[in-house]
């Protein structure tokens, strides 16, 4: 019995699958693999996919995905980060921060690891990139949570300020040295 549905399967594979004569074959696709244009890879490819079911939504690249909708009417005009916060949501955003009193790369990165924490314990996910020896760069894959962050950022000691959409805050204690961080000798 098992036999026999092998038999089956095995002339129903051969029957369905599809070969060209080299007659009805596109122009592209009697070349030489070797020789194609990144043209001609692109249309194998497009062949190859053609049959594939559409990603889920949530797997989308970010610049393929729906944006979240947006209701107008609940917003308040007259705060203009509350309307960029609401606008971001779900979008990736970066803000720049600049630690202040010329600190050491090592200090840099401890300070901010600190504030990583601290943004992470109050559940806003944000990743963290060194650029200089005096500043980082968070990166939010929730771009409306950037602005709760930027509330936490500026209250740190040690912050000179954080960049956020083109707009500069400075931090509310940049003088007062953060007692919990020891500077290595």
Request: glycine residues 2%; charged residues 35%; negative net charge.
């Amino acid at each position: 019995m098992k036999c026999l549905y092998l038999i089956i399967l095995v002339c129903v594979t051969l029957t369905s699958a599809k070969k060209y004569n080299d007659e009805e074959k596109p122009a592209w696709a009697k070349k030489d693999i070797r020789d194609f244009s990144d043209a001609d890879m692109e249309r194998l490819f497009d062949q190859w996919e053609e049959d594939e079911d559409p990603l889920p939504e949530d797997e989308l690249p970010e610049h393929l995905r729906k944006p979240p909708s947006l209701d107008l009417t609940k917003l308040d005009m007259s705060n203009p980060e509350s309307v960029l916060q609401a606008t971001k949501k779900g979008q990736t955003v970066m803000m720049f921060v600049t630690v202040a009193n010329k600190p050491t790369r090592h200090r840099t990165e401890e300070l901010t690891k600190i504030w990583q924490s601290g943004l992470w314990s109050a559940h806003i996910q944000a990743e963290r990139y060194l650029i200089d020896d005096d500043r980082a760069i968070f990166m939010f894959k929730d771009g409306s949570q950037a602005w709760t962050a930027k509330e936490y950022l500026t209250d740190q000691d040690e912050l000179k300020d954080v960049q956020l959409e083109s707009q500069t805050y400075p931090g509310k204690k940049p003088d007062v040295k953060n007692k919990s961080v020891r500077d290595e000798l």
